[in-house]
């Protein structure tokens, strides 16, 4: 199963995520999970850059990501 959300916030500001759970074959168990979580600001109106902040998220431990960049459109 899969949830997708995209919120448009005032100021050229976006968040986006995407979660996908995965199930254990012939159970109703859940098996695993990714998630990302995405913050885009559009430097100005009409460019096509971004500044973006994500959030990655996997079944485990310590193997969570952070990460800072940009993002052309």
Do not use: C
């Not at 995209?6 to 859940?30: E, I």
């Amino acid at each position: 199963m899969t949830i997708n959300i995209l919120a448009k916030l005032p100021h050229r500001v976006q968040y986006f995520s995407l979660t996908n759970y995965q199930s254990v074959p012939r159970t109703p168990d859940l098996g695993g999970y990714y998630s990302e979580h995405n913050i885009r600001w559009n430097v100005k109106k009409g460019n096509s850059l971004d500044i973006r902040f994500q959030y990655v998220m996997r079944q485990g431990d310590m193997n969570d990501d952070y990460k800072l960049g940009f993002r052309w459109r």
